[in-house]
Each structure stands twice: as C-alpha cells, then as structure tokens.
C-alpha cells in the first residue's frame, strides 16, 4: 500500500506556480520523499528528493514540514508541458528497489 | 545518447502466445525492473535484478519470467499464463551508489487479442 497521499487532481493556469501537496504521516527517519510524473503513455520521470530540507533543481522545488508529514512540490511557473500525473514516494533510500506508486495527482494545465 | 530504451512501443499478441519485451541501457547501471500499468493505476513491480544473473520476484511475478545475462539488457517474457497480459509495461533502471534512484524508459503497451 502507498505509504503517501494525494488529491487526486487540480488545475493551475499556464505561467501560475502549481503547488502538488503529499501526505506522509507515517514517515519514519530514514525515508526520503521522492517526486516523479508521468505524461501520457510515457514512462515516469524523476523530479526531486528530499529528506528534511527544502530542495530545489532545474525542474521543481520541494518544501517538507519540519515535522516531515507533508510536502509540496512547486513547479513555479506551470506550462502546458507540465500536464502530467504527479507522484509523490517515500522510501528509503538504501533500498530504492520497491518504491510503490500510488494513483498519483492529475495535474491539469490551462491556458 | 544515454538512457534506457524499450522495443517495441505497440505490441499485439494473440491470446495464448508468450511474448519478449526488450529493455536496454546504456547507463551503467546495476540494477533493472520491470513494472506493470493498469488504466488509471499505479505501477506495480514484476521482477528486479541488482547484478547479471540474479532476479527477485516483485508484487506480480506469476505468469512472467525473466533474464539477466547481461548487465546493460533485462528481458521480460510474459507467458500464457498471465491471466490479465493486456498492459502497459515499463521498464527502470539506476545504479547502486547511496542515493540512486530508478529511471524509466518510455515503455511497451501490449494488447493481447
């Protein structure tokens, strides 16, 4: 079972920065949060991990409570190319062998 | 070009047969997965093998099989008795460094007739 969760879809318009929020309640210390979408009948694409910090890359920036029970990911400024399903995993990452995708978020970009 | 390619992107089979989905990286890496997507569905792991002529069984091996004779191929066999083979399959990889995580190929969507 998906140790996460997620609203299963939003809208955010074109060159607006979309904000994909992810519970993760039972988190324990050595997991990571990790963050890949899929476009349509395409294989997932890695995004982003994080542990405690706040972390940022070309692609997105991923904030986690201090508590670590939630996350965001932020694409600041959405383009229709990012229409996409959003996933958001925690694992450990010593053992990235069973990293379990749930439904994920429908992220729909408009213009 | 580096990456993870799958061959071929359609494939239709008649009920009963076996079929091979090819799954090549030129990453370097270590270890490779095999994943199953249902419509609407998350991906759900098949097989996985860390080092050439190893493989673990994932959360639906029954009806697959597969080999790891070289380190950059991890073939897939989705035999006749798969009762449900109509599905999209994707194919990872990544390495064994601390921190690595999985990398997807573009996948294979099977129709079985």
């Known amino acids: 079972d998906a140790k996460t969760t997620q609203p299963p879809s939003m809208d955010c318009a074109e060159g607006r920065a979309a904000n994909l929020p992810c519970n993760h309640s039972t988190i324990s210390g050595n997991e990571y949060v990790y963050w890949y979408r899929q476009i349509h009948s395409q294989g997932p694409q890695y995004i982003i991990h994080g542990l405690k910090n706040n972390e940022t890359n070309e692609m997105a920036s991923l904030i986690i409570t201090e508590d670590r029970k939630s996350s965001t990911l932020i694409l600041p400024h959405a383009t229709l190319r990012d229409t996409a399903v959003y996933y958001c995993i925690v694992n450990n990452r010593d053992n990235t062998d069973k990293l379990i995708f749930g439904t994920g978020t429908r992220l729909q970009v408009f213009p | 070009d580096g990456g993870i390619t799958q061959s071929p992107k359609y494939l239709f089979r008649k009920e009963g047969q076996n079929v091979t989905l090819s799954c090549e990286q030129n990453?370097?890496?270590?270890?490779m997965y095999w994943y199953r997507q249902d419509p609407g569905q998350g991906l759900r792991l098949i097989y996985y093998?860390?080092?050439?002529?190893?493989?673990q069984k994932g959360d639906i091996a029954e009806g697959y099989s597969v080999s790891r004779e070289k380190k950059e191929s991890f073939p897939l066999t989705v035999t006749s008795a798969q009762k449900n083979p109509t599905a999209f399959y994707l194919c990872?990889?990544?390495?064994?460094?601390?921190?690595?995580?999985?990398?997807f190929g573009p996948g294979t969507r099977l129709t079985v007739l």
């Open positions: 990872a990889s990544r390495g064994l460094r601390l921190g690595d995580t999985q990398y």
């Open positions: 093998s860390q080092i050439v002529n190893d493989f």
């Open positions: 990453l370097n890496h270590d270890a």
